[in-house]
């Protein structure tokens, strides 16, 4: 079975036993024994994952979004609006904050937790409004010398019409450009999803970090699939995720990334602490190394890196 179905099969079975325990009669035999068929199902489902099965726990809906990133790790947070052009895109969210007595620059895709706050900003796929509202935070936190965290979740620039129009192509391009330029620290998280040019549009950074449930990659794998071998069925879609090489210890090993912050089995959503308490350290503890650099070695140094990548 694949991941999902078990999870699927361990919901049912502690709604099995969760009836039983509130039931007046005791059924300690058979709630032992449900008791451990969760578990064995546990220790098995998350042991030697699939690239496919981390693209499943990176895409839950359950899984912590940059708000939450945002209340733990920043202080004073103040999030600006707008791309001074033609609208305030609510799929990317911008702002300052303090972060460890040091002003930051934040920026990241928004995911929802439900339906509605899902429609509300797009799921996650930003148009042009919104990486041009991105790359002009950044322009103005080089203006002021403040450091760049980027949190990118998404499947996807939007691929609609309207983004057309409106530029998508050149937008993401001139976020690209620009960033391998700018003369302040950059780190970029991979949340969950990374997806495309709607990712790479907030990913030129001097550290790249990925949760380690997270994906990032050209396209989804159902794309992939559809592409290069036209199955419309999503019969292949497993076998393009493992093709595709997207998982964070994929690049980790290709040394497109610099760092996986490990999360629980099952993934943040199990139990999220940890997994902030170490980005909170890393980024810390990156940022005070970067900022010791010139200017002049933090931009040749970047340009160094992708010119690695792209080797």
Known sequence: MSLAENELKILELEHDLESLRQEKQAHPHQMKDLELQIQKLKNSSYQ??????????????????????IDFLFDDFVELHGDRVYKDDRSM??????????????????????LEKNIDCNFGMSSPEGYRKALRLMKQAEKFHRPIITFIDT???????????????????????????????????????????????????????????????????????????????????????????????????????DKIIKEPRGGIDKDSIGVLYDLKNYLYETLIQLKKESTKAIVQKRYQKYREIGN
Request: neutral net charge; without cysteine.
């Open 155 to 257: 499947p996807g620039a939007y691929p609609g019409l309207n983004a057309e129009k409106h530029g998508i192509g050149e937008a993401i391009a001139k976020n690209l450009m620009e960033m391998s330029l700018l003369k302040v620290p950059i780190i970029a998280v991979v949340l969950g999803e990374g997806g495309s040019g709607g990712a790479l549009a907030l990913s030129v950074a001097d550290k790249i970090v990925m949760l380690e449930n997270s994906v990032y990659s050209i396209l989804s794998p159902e794309g992939f699939s559809s592409i290069l071998w036209k199955d419309t069925e999503g019969k292949r879609v497993k076998e393009a995720a493992e093709l595709m090489k997207m998982t964070a210890q994929d690049l980790y090993d290709m040394k497109i990334i």
């Open 93 to 114: 969210l911008g702002g300052i904050a303090m972060f460890q007595n040091m002003p930051v620059t934040v920026i990241g895709h928004v995911k929802g937790e439900n």
């Open 48 to 69: 030697n994952l699939s690239a496919y099965d981390h693209v499943y726990i990176a895409r839950k809906q359950s899984r912590a979004h940059i708000k939450d990133y």
